[in-house]
Nanobody, 116 residues
Framework: QVQLVESGGGLVQPGGSLSLSCAVS????????MAWFRQAPGKERELVAT???????YYADSVKGRFTISRDNAKKTVYLQMNSLTPDDTAVYYC??????????WGQGTQVTVSS
């Protein structure tokens, strides 16, 4: 069974940065478009950023210019560099396949809290 293991979250002050990682055990990882999602308390899970197998990226308007998604196919890992964080970025962050047809069981996620 494929496992998704997110890490790197924590408590950071507004304006700070965090770097998230997601290790994926799927054998076909390098062919799958990946994404980061987040879910804030009381809200639905939302798409944050995506990256194709070839490295093309997409960002939600709310994070454009502040977040950077990347991947290392050899390590089967996807990353999310988050800069200029605001309290609105507080959420549990998850990675998974970009498309539902190429998605695995959700991992535990990693908590990001932006607060002074």
């Amino acid at each position: 069974q494929v496992q998704l293991v997110e890490s790197g979250g924590g408590l950071v002050q507004p304006g700070g940065s965090l770097s998230l990682s997601c290790a994926v055990s799927a054998t076909n990882f390098n062919t799958v478009a990946m994404a980061w999602f987040r879910q804030a308390p009381g809200k639905e899970r939302e798409l944050v950023a995506t990256i194709t197998s070839g490295g093309s990226t997409y960002y939600a308007d709310s994070v454009k210019g502040r977040f950077t998604i990347s991947r290392d196919n050899a390590k089967k890992t996807v990353y999310l560099q988050m800069n200029s964080l605001t309290p609105d970025d507080t959420a549990v962050y998850y990675c998974n396949g970009r498309y539902q047809t190429q998605r695995w069981t959700w991992g535990q996620g990693t908590q990001v809290t932006v607060s002074s």
